[in-house]
């Protein structure tokens, strides 16, 4: 992305749309100077105005921005104008790691070991520089064209440097301590990783039930049980075992977590889970993608209509 002071949606070509959030929609698109590919999340002032969520919003503009790090999703810049605020992201070509999930059921162990290696390495840059995400889930992890695993969506994230008191995330994947509304640390990240490990090998996460009520409940108690099938290796289950532990200060640390044998066994160093050949067709097909999802597509939707 080239630098410069001012930025407005005539810098770019506006292309597919790639997804929705609460607050806005986005859309894939090229910097018109560079050519570089970017999305584009276009939020809606009506509606920070209808939530009231403008100091939310500058909180995750200025530490999303503030991060630089392979596993973490860029935010290059941002700009307003009368209806709009944009955020000018690095973009994901793959798309979320839930739908991977969805499709496949399961991961295997090589794979699972792989994104939970990128993700506690990510998750430590991010508390060395005193964050914690708090809504680590398979829908805001993307992945990139190589297939490299990017943490997004950082509206619940905070800074740490003191106890925090907000109850925030997704059911699933809440920590005991914010089930119970008690103060919560960076460590509310580590319990998390627990969670996805699990899911990522068993295909849903640990604490699920019915009803929610049951699933806090679970989560409360560490209510955890390991299936007989599918098969998952007894590493696996003694790394989830030590992070998904009620006291949050004996919850395995992430720099042991590069360390367990688990980790050192099956963790791809590359950290792609897709075969050379793949990434390779899809950097050409990526190109192409790029080519025809331009302004100048019959197919491109107007984002303002």
């Known amino acids: ?42 939020i809606f002032k009506a509606k920070l105005e209808k939530y009231r969520f403008h100091a939310h919003l500058r909180r995750e503009i200025e530490i999303q921005h503030s991060l630089d790090h392979p596993n973490v999703l860029r935010l290059f810049v941002w700009f307003h104008d009368e209806e709009r605020v944009v955020l000018v992201l690095e973009y994901a070509a793959r798309g979320e790691l839930y739908k991977v999930l969805r499709a496949a059921g399961r991961f295997t162990e090589r794979t699972a070991a792989t994104y939970v290696a990128s993700l506690a390495g ?10 914690i995400h708090r809504d680590i889930k398979p829908e805001n ?10 943490i997004a969506d950082f509206g619940w994230a905070a800074r ?6 907000t109850l925030c995330g997704t059911i699933d ?33 640990p604490f699920e039930a019915d009803e929610q009520d049951d699933t806090l409940r679970r989560i409360v108690k560490v209510d955890l049980a390991f299936p007989s099938t599918p098969y998952v290796s007894s590493e696996a289950k003694d790394l989830i075992s030590k992070l998904l532990v009620k006291d949050s200060s004996k ?12 980790i050192k066994k099956n963790a791809d160093p590359s950290g792609s889970c897709i075969k050379q050949k793949d990434v390779t067709r899809s950097k050409v097909n990526d190109m192409r993608i790029c080519k025809i999802s331009s302004g100048q597509h019959t197919s491109v939707l107007d984002p303002w209509r």
């Open 141 to 150: 992890l993307l992945l990139d064209i190589e297939g490299r695993l990017k």
């Open 122 to 131: 990510a998750l430590g840059y991010c508390h060395k520089k005193q964050v």
């Open 251 to 262: 919850r395995l640390c992430l720099e042991d977590i590069m360390k367990h044998p688990w």
């Open 173 to 205: 994947y809440l920590a005991p301590e914010m089930v119970e509304k008690k103060a919560h640390d960076h460590a509310v990240d580590n319990w998390t990783l627990g969670i996805l490990c699990y899911e990522f090998l068993y295909g849903s996460p």
């Open 160 to 165: 740490s440097n003191a106890k925090r008191h």
């Open 1 to 42: 992305m080239p630098t410069r002071e001012e930025w407005s949606m005539s810098d770019f070509e506006i292309g597919k749309y790639i997804g929705e959030g609460k607050f806005g929609k986005v859309y894939l698109a090229r910097e018109k100077q560079s050519g570089y590919v970017v999305a584009l999340k276009v």
